[in-house]
């Protein structure tokens, strides 16, 4: 089986007047179809960025992505066009990421008309209808402007349009942070709904574990552009290798009272270190409770511990 | 610091190249040219050799990229040439005009800023109140009103009421400063006016800004003049876009004087534009438009280089 | 494109509500903004009406009558061929909100494709987009709009192009400035990332909502274009004899029998002022009005 997204080595850095920020630094992974990863890591860790370059909406510096079996880094403008419908994106803010100009029917409609998907007007208009309510919203919905409407409103219309281009991967950029808790939770089970309905493949992007918890099938978890551990949800919750997701697990509140009180906290000291200038060695060290002078020069890769859970950690099988 | 300006100037170099390409290739699209005017006054026909001759004269009877290049070196040693109608060097058709022009523009910028200043901040004090609308009314005035007819109704004003009109032949201000002012305090006031609007309308709009700091609004109560001690150091950043819109009005009328001086018959750059253009003076032309140019792009350069000095956040843009 | 008609019903309804909404609110916060617009909209019925409420034939001369004084039958006198001052006042007006309002809209809206174009793409293209318009800003307005007309020659649509061009770079600053903030809106990167062409990406996506600055640059840009019609007609680079413009008005003959016959220096000229007057007050309160920044509390 053939995965329908590649990522290899994908390094992007951006230049600025002060240096060089290194946003994401040599990241792989692949998504099988149907697949849902968590793609986790506190703000700036380079998780969105990745997100941006699988979408080309940044150019990567280097590496690969094969999506469909196509290398996208090298593709024209035009040969891009045609990939680009089959690969869409939610975006996290949903009062910015709508056209305050359109109605939300325009909005829907539009990429159904330039790329031909739905051909006549009346046409399109039932399509638009259809596609409202299998987000869970009214026909009438059509004729709102965006600023009508509430935030999960919005954020329905914005599952709405990746869904009119009928994608096989959809990129959700932390899709629900903006949301109520409340809402959160609806979101989120519209997009699995969808997912078994069109067997759709989801890069779901979240600055925590408990949000992706839910929805992953595997999940990856990110520090400053590079992937720190990478395994099956099961295998992550359970047994996380890397101390940077055991930080970031043990900062997840546990459902259960009990479990709960024992919940041992691993407060990480300082800041996220500057990505203009990253550390030496293992970029984590600084802020690791169990690092050792090897790992303030070493860079550790990600290796895998069991086939299917790596980890960049020199010290993952001791820990 | 140092690292900027050398940028800005640098950046400088490609705009002035591009208006004087700009302004070569434009010259030569507009149709007909110096020859022909200068000989279409005589009815009896000039001879095709003659205009061949005169051409030659001129430089024009060689091909485009020749003339470009010739133009191309001369202004690369700061030489503007001749100019073709009089045949004087340019800069010496130049030097006069300049002084008037340069000397109407200042004392404009001097009734503006008298005028403005006082204005603008009394509004931004006296805001929502019958000061500030007569103000806003009278400066909103200032820009609808064309100043060369404001001029017209100065000469009217004089004729009518004084049986007097302003000298016309033009009198340098060190040979004798009271003739000179005497011709030129009506083009001034007529431009000043439309100038201090514009430089009113920013200071009021500054000032409130300045205004609209906490520390201020809790001094409302007290009197006028108590506000304008505590607003003191505050308008000095306050002041930047008011100098800003002064320097690029002045900049502007270094070529932007030609109807005022239509009206009051100065014989100033605008005026010479106007002619260069009509006889088709390709290279009095090209050194005008450079110089105005170069005016307002140095003048541009002094504002940002103001702003980058009180805000060294600018630099790094 | 279809969809906009098939929803257009019910969007329209409410943005004529949101409409009205918004004039009256303008009229009664705004008063000054009010008259303006009121003048405005006088200056446009005096124009479409010229003919009918025209006294007389503005092209028409009685050389019974030059130079008469005002009076009943001539209320703003007659110029030095004996034509009708108030008929060609208000012909007048014909030229100049059609100066005003063809430079201004076209020099406001091809000025705000160009500064949304350079903001959209960025990098080169901005970097030399900008320097092209530094080079046309440089060129004082009145002189290029003289470059244009002594190339072009005399004559309205001329007169339109003179003036438009130096607006364009004026328009493309603004709107470039507004276009950077909205490039980086998530709402112009979905369109990016639908595959959508970067032409429907400009004028579209981003080029509706630069909407504020336009509409401020626009109203800005009707006066500037009236007055400087008028400095141009002035200076005879402008429209041409017999056509009735204020600015050929005030030429020549006006300075000339400005002592003999004041009217017809003063008339033309305060048609102007109260032109442009009118479109500065009622631009200034839209201005306030559309940028929240820029309102005074």
């Given at each position: 089986m053939?995965?329908?997204?590649?990522?290899?080595?994908l390094v992007?850095h951006?230049?600025?007047?002060r240096?060089?920020?290194r946003?994401v630094?040599?990241?792989s992974?692949?998504?099988?179809?149907?697949?849902?990863?968590?793609?986790?890591?506190?703000?700036?860790?380079?998780k969105?960025?990745?997100?941006?370059?699988?979408?080309?909406l940044?150019?990567?510096t280097?590496g690969?992505?094969?999506f469909?079996?196509?290398?996208?880094?090298t593709?024209?403008?035009?040969?891009?066009?045609a990939?680009?419908?089959?690969m869409q994106?939610i975006f996290?803010?949903?009062?910015?990421s709508?056209n305050p100009?359109?109605?939300v029917?325009?909005?829907?409609a539009?990429p159904l008309?330039?790329?031909?998907?739905v051909r006549?007007s009346a046409a399109?208009?039932?399509?638009?209808?259809?596609l409202l309510?299998r987000?869970?919203?009214l026909?009438?919905?059509?004729?709102?402007?965006p600023?009508?409407?509430?935030?999960g409103?919005?954020q329905?219309?914005g599952?709405?349009r990746?869904?009119a281009?009928?994608p096989?991967?959809?990129?959700c950029?932390?899709?629900?942070s903006a949301l109520d808790?409340s809402?959160?939770a609806?979101?989120?089970?519209l997009l699995?709904?969808?997912?078994s309905e069109?067997?759709?493949?989801?890069?779901?992007?979240?600055?925590d574990?408990?949000v992706?918890r839910?929805?992953s099938?595997?999940v990856a978890v990110?520090?400053?552009?590079k992937i720190?551990?990478?395994?099956?949800?099961?295998t992550?919750y359970?047994?996380?290798r890397?101390?940077?997701?055991?930080a970031l697990l043990s900062?997840v509140?546990?459902?259960?009272p009990?479990l709960?009180?024992?919940r041992?906290r691993?407060?990480?000291?300082?800041?996220?270190?500057?990505?203009?200038?990253?550390?030496?060695?293992?970029?984590?060290?600084?802020r690791c409770p169990?690092?050792?002078?090897?790992?303030?020069?070493?860079i550790?890769?990600?290796?895998?511990?069991?086939?299917g859970h790596?980890?960049a950690?020199?010290?993952?099988e001791?820990? | 610091?140092t690292?900027?300006?050398?940028?800005?100037?640098?950046?400088m170099?490609p705009?002035?190249l591009?208006?004087?390409v700009?302004?070569?290739f434009?010259?030569r699209?507009?149709p007909?040219?110096i020859v022909e005017?200068?000989?279409?006054g005589?009815?009896s026909?000039?001879s095709?050799?003659?205009?061949?001759?005169?051409?030659?004269?001129l430089?024009?009877?060689?091909?485009?990229?020749h003339q470009?290049?010739t133009?191309?070196?001369?202004?690369a040693?700061?030489d503007?040439g001749?100019?073709?109608?009089?045949?004087?060097p340019?800069?010496?058709?130049?030097k006069?005009?300049?002084?008037?022009?340069?000397q109407?523009?200042?004392m404009?910028t001097?009734?503006?800023?008298l005028?403005?200043?006082?204005?603008?901040?009394l509004?931004?004090?006296?805001?929502?109140?019958?000061?500030?609308y007569?103000v806003?009314i009278?400066?909103?005035?200032?820009?609808?009103t064309?100043?060369?007819?404001l001029g017209?109704?100065?000469?009217?004003v004089?004729?009518?009421f004084?049986?007097w009109?302003?000298?016309?032949?033009?009198?340098?201000?060190?040979?004798n400063p009271?003739?000179n002012?005497?011709?030129?305090?009506?083009?001034a006031?007529?431009?000043?006016y439309r100038?201090?609007?514009v430089?009113?309308r920013m200071?009021?709009?500054?000032?409130?800004?300045?205004?609209?700091?906490d520390?201020?609004?809790?001094?409302?109560a007290?009197?006028?003049?108590q506000?304008?001690?505590?607003?003191?150091h505050a308008?000095k950043?306050a002041?930047?876009?008011?100098l800003t819109?002064i320097?690029l009005?002045?900049a502007?009328l270094?070529?932007?004087?030609?109807v005022?001086?239509q009206?009051?018959?100065?014989?100033?750059?605008g005026l010479?534009?106007?002619?260069?253009?009509?006889?088709r003076d390709?290279?009095?032309?090209?050194?005008?438009?450079?110089?105005?140019a170069?005016?307002?792009i140095?003048?541009n350069?002094?504002?940002d280089?103001?702003?980058?000095?009180?805000?060294?956040?600018?630099?790094?843009? | 494109?279809?969809?906009v008609?098939?929803?257009a019903?019910?969007?329209?309804?409410?943005?004529?509500?949101r409409?009205?909404?918004f004039?009256?609110?303008f009229?009664r916060?705004?008063?000054?903004g009010a008259?303006?617009?009121?003048?405005?909209?006088?200056?446009?019925?005096?124009?479409?009406?010229?003919?009918?409420?025209?006294?007389?034939?503005?092209?028409?001369?009685d050389?019974?009558?030059?130079?008469?004084a005002?009076?009943?039958a001539?209320?703003?006198?007659?110029d030095a061929f004996?034509r009708?001052v108030?008929?060609r006042i208000l012909y007048?007006?014909?030229?100049?909100?059609l100066?005003g309002?063809?430079?201004a809209f076209?020099?406001?809206?091809?000025g705000?494709?160009?500064?949304v174009t350079?903001a959209?793409?960025?990098g080169?293209?901005?970097?030399?987009?900008q320097r092209?318009m530094?080079?046309?800003?440089?060129f004082?307005?009145i002189i290029?709009?003289?470059a244009v007309?002594a190339?072009l020659?005399?004559?309205?649509?001329?007169?339109?192009?003179?003036i438009t061009?130096?607006m364009?770079p004026?328009?493309?600053?603004?709107?470039r400035?507004?276009a950077?903030?909205?490039?980086?809106m998530?709402?112009?990167?979905?369109?990016?990332?639908?595959?959508f062409r970067?032409?429907?990406?400009i004028?579209?996506h981003?080029?509706p909502?630069v909407?504020?600055?336009?509409?401020i640059m626009?109203?800005?840009?009707l006066?500037?274009?009236?007055?400087?019609e008028?400095s141009?007609?002035?200076?005879?680079?402008?429209?041409?004899?017999?056509t009735p413009?204020?600015?050929?008005m005030l030429?020549?003959?006006a300075?000339?029998?400005?002592?003999?016959?004041?009217?017809?220096?003063?008339f033309?000229g305060?048609?102007?002022?109260?032109?442009?007057?009118?479109f500065?007050?009622?631009?200034?309160?839209?201005?306030?009005?559309?940028?929240?920044?820029?309102r005074?509390?």
């Amino acid at each position: 089986m053939t995965a329908l997204l590649e990522v290899k080595n994908l390094v992007k850095h951006f230049e600025v007047s002060r240096g060089l920020v290194r946003a994401v630094d040599g990241v792989s992974f692949s998504l099988e179809k149907g697949e849902t990863l968590g793609l986790v890591g506190e703000s700036g860790c380079g998780k969105t960025t990745t997100g941006r370059c699988i979408l080309q909406l940044e150019r990567a510096t280097s590496g690969s992505i094969l999506f469909e079996g196509r290398e996208l880094t090298t593709l024209d403008q035009s040969e891009l066009r045609a990939v680009r419908r089959k690969m869409q994106v939610i975006f996290q803010d949903p009062y910015s990421s709508l056209n305050p100009r359109m109605t939300v029917g325009q909005i829907i409609a539009e990429p159904l008309a330039v790329h031909g998907i739905v051909r006549g007007s009346a046409a399109r208009a039932a399509r638009v209808k259809d596609l409202l309510s299998r987000v869970g919203l009214l026909p009438a919905h059509a004729r709102r402007y965006p600023h009508e409407m509430s935030g999960g409103q919005r954020q329905r219309v914005g599952i709405a349009r990746a869904l009119a281009m009928e994608p096989s991967l959809i990129i959700c950029d932390e899709p629900v942070s903006a949301l109520d808790v409340s809402i959160q939770a609806q979101i989120i089970n519209l997009l699995e709904d969808l997912q078994s309905e069109f067997g759709l493949t989801y890069l779901f992007i979240a600055h925590d574990l408990a949000v992706v918890r839910h929805i992953s099938d595997r999940v990856a978890v990110m520090y400053l552009g590079k992937i720190a551990e990478m395994a099956d949800r099961k295998t992550i919750y359970d047994n996380p290798r890397h101390p940077y997701t055991k930080a970031l697990l043990s900062a997840v509140p546990i459902p259960d009272p009990e479990l709960e009180m024992k919940r041992e906290r691993i407060v990480l000291g300082g800041e996220v270190p500057s990505p203009l200038n990253p550390p030496s060695g293992c970029v984590f060290h600084p802020r690791c409770p169990i690092a050792v002078e090897r790992c303030t020069h070493e860079i550790p890769v990600l290796r895998d511990l069991t086939p299917g859970h790596g980890a960049a950690c020199h010290l993952a099988e001791i820990a | 610091m140092t690292k900027y300006i050398i940028k800005r100037l640098l950046l400088m170099i490609p705009t002035l190249l591009g208006v004087a390409v700009l302004i070569f290739f434009l010259m030569r699209v507009v149709p007909g040219d110096i020859v022909e005017l200068r000989f279409s006054g005589e009815t009896s026909g000039v001879s095709k050799e003659t205009l061949a001759i005169e051409r030659a004269r001129l430089g024009l009877d060689k091909p485009l990229w020749h003339q470009f290049v010739t133009y191309m070196t001369g202004l690369a040693r700061f030489d503007l040439g001749t100019s073709m109608w009089t045949g004087a060097p340019i800069h010496e058709e130049i030097k006069l005009r300049f002084a008037l022009t340069l000397q109407v523009a200042i004392m404009s910028t001097i009734i503006a800023v008298l005028l403005a200043i006082p204005l603008g901040v009394l509004a931004a004090l006296k805001q929502d109140t019958w000061v500030d609308y007569s103000v806003r009314i009278f400066s909103i005035a200032g820009l609808a009103t064309p100043s060369f007819w404001l001029g017209i109704l100065f000469i009217l004003v004089l004729l009518v009421f004084f049986k007097w009109l302003p000298p016309m032949v033009y009198t340098p201000f060190w040979v004798n400063p009271w003739q000179n002012m005497l011709q030129l305090i009506w083009p001034a006031l007529a431009v000043g006016y439309r100038y201090s609007a514009v430089a009113t309308r920013m200071t009021r709009s500054a000032m409130l800004e300045v205004l609209r700091e906490d520390y201020i609004r809790t001094a409302r109560a007290k009197g006028l003049w108590q506000k304008l001690i505590l607003t003191r150091h505050a308008l000095k950043n306050a002041m930047l876009p008011v100098l800003t819109v002064i320097a690029l009005e002045f900049a502007f009328l270094m070529g932007g004087l030609v109807v005022t001086e239509q009206v009051f018959n100065l014989n100033g750059l605008g005026l010479l534009f106007v002619e260069s253009v009509a006889h088709r003076d390709y290279t009095l032309t090209q050194a005008l438009v450079l110089l105005v140019a170069a005016s307002f792009i140095v003048v541009n350069f002094l504002v940002d280089l103001a702003y980058a000095w009180i805000d060294p956040r600018i630099r790094f843009r | 494109m279809a969809t906009v008609e098939t929803f257009a019903d019910v969007p329209e309804a409410s943005a004529a509500a949101r409409w009205r909404t918004f004039v009256v609110d303008f009229c009664r916060q705004r008063p000054l903004g009010a008259i303006g617009a009121a003048v405005v909209l006088l200056n446009l019925v005096v124009a479409a009406l010229a003919n009918v409420i025209s006294p007389y034939d503005p092209l028409a001369t009685d050389y019974g009558a030059m130079l008469a004084a005002p009076s009943r039958a001539h209320w703003l006198g007659t110029d030095a061929f004996g034509r009708d001052v108030l008929t060609r006042i208000l012909y007048g007006s014909r030229t100049a909100m059609l100066v005003g309002f063809s430079c201004a809209f076209i020099g406001a809206t091809l000025g705000a494709v160009i500064g949304v174009t350079s903001a959209y793409f960025g990098g080169k293209v901005d970097l030399l987009i900008q320097r092209v318009m530094d080079i046309f800003l440089s060129f004082p307005l009145i002189i290029l709009a003289l470059a244009v007309v002594a190339m072009l020659g005399t004559g309205l649509e001329n007169v339109i192009a003179a003036i438009t061009v130096p607006m364009i770079p004026r328009a493309a600053l603004v709107a470039r400035s507004s276009a950077l903030a909205i490039r980086e809106m998530p709402y112009v990167d979905a369109a990016r990332a639908a595959g959508f062409r970067h032409g429907r990406i400009i004028l579209r996506h981003m080029s509706p909502n630069v909407m504020a600055p336009y509409l401020i640059m626009l109203t800005a840009f009707l006066g500037q274009a009236i007055l400087l019609e008028a400095s141009l007609s002035f200076l005879g680079l402008g429209v041409s004899e017999p056509t009735p413009a204020w600015g050929l008005m005030l030429r020549g003959a006006a300075v000339q029998f400005a002592e003999s016959a004041p009217w017809m220096a003063i008339f033309p000229g305060l048609a102007i002022s109260l032109a442009v007057f009118a479109f500065n007050l009622f631009g200034d309160s839209l201005r306030d009005a559309l940028d929240p920044r820029l309102r005074t509390q």
